[in-house]
């Protein structure tokens, strides 16, 4: 299981950590906001003094609610962390959590971004998987049904697995015939699912892994962690780390976390686990 980035193969027989870093002054953490140089600076050398494999870098919160962005002012913010990665970090892999096709080509032609990461799985712009086919970058096909503002009413499936996983390989087939060879898979934990629906993919995370190819597992200190729990995101470090190791023994590739050296630590303990 490898990513092609920048014409070198990433292996994923390890799994990757993806450090996120949220340009946003309202993203649903608030440990994970920043938007000055310096707040971004200081996030990035963390991340990569821990052992960040990749970096994902979000301009626009999902979180049912918050404000809408324009294209623009997405870009700008994108483009003052990308800056400051170039310069602490040139070789780490960079992804954009971006649905925008418009967004997406102006960081991957100004800056040599390797992944767009889409939330929307083509949904929320239909230019946006052409775009990823024109560009030759890493593509992460996320499962969403809806909007970030109407998702939770869209939760009405027989079986979560089952249909998320029929959603997804169709999008496979589109994007293969578009010639995109690098497709991350992403079940979409906290869109438009319930919590006992999150829960099922999460026990359920090996028929995902069955499509053959990487798995990505965003579930870091979402809400079937501190619902379930009864605290709050601030509080939810120890849930997601638990979460995170259940996701990797059923097959995930690519643990997405706000917190990078619990997960890389969980990866490395994980990973001397199967050796041994």
Not at 4 to 32: H, Q
Not at 90 to 96: A, L, T
Not at 241 to 254: K, P, Q, S, T, W
């Amino acid at each position: 299981m490898t990513l092609n980035i920048r014409g070198e193969l990433m292996d994923l027989s390890i799994p990757k950590v993806m450090g996120i870093v949220n340009v946003t002054p309202d993203s649903f953490y608030s440990g994970s906001r920043t938007q000055g140089g310096k707040e971004i600076r200081q996030r990035v050398e963390r991340m990569i003094a821990e052992g960040a494999d990749i970096l994902d870098l979000g301009g626009y919160s999902s979180r049912p609610g918050a404000g809408d962005v324009s294209p623009e002012e997405e870009y700008d913010r994108l483009a003052r962390a990308l800056e400051v990665v170039k310069e602490v970090a040139p070789r780490i892999p960079v992804s954009i959590d971006t649905f925008r096709a418009s967004v997406a080509r102006r960081c991957v032609e100004d800056w040599g971004v390797d992944i767009i990461n889409d939330i929307g799985g083509g949904t929320l712009d239909p230019e946006i998987q052409e775009t990823v086919a024109d560009l030759r970058v890493a593509y992460v096909l996320m499962h969403m049904r809806g909007t970030p503002s109407t998702m939770q009413s869209l939760t009405d499936y027989k079986d979560v697995t089952a249909e998320v996983i029929t959603d997804l390989s169709k999008k496979v087939c589109h994007l293969r015939g578009m010639g995109v060879n690098d497709i991350i898979i992403d079940p979409g934990f906290g869109f438009a699912k319930t919590l006992a629906q999150n829960f099922q993919m999460l026990n359920e995370l090996g028929e995902f892994c069955k499509m053959g190819l990487p798995v990505l597992a965003g579930i870091s200190r979402k809400t079937m962690i501190w619902k379930t729990l009864g605290i709050t995101p601030e509080e939810s470090l120890e849930g997601t780390v638990a979460l995170d190791a259940i996701a990797l023994d059923r097959g995930a590739n690519i643990i997405r976390v706000h917190d990078v050296l619990p997960a890389v630590q969980t990866v490395k303990l994980f990973s001397r686990l199967r050796i041994d």
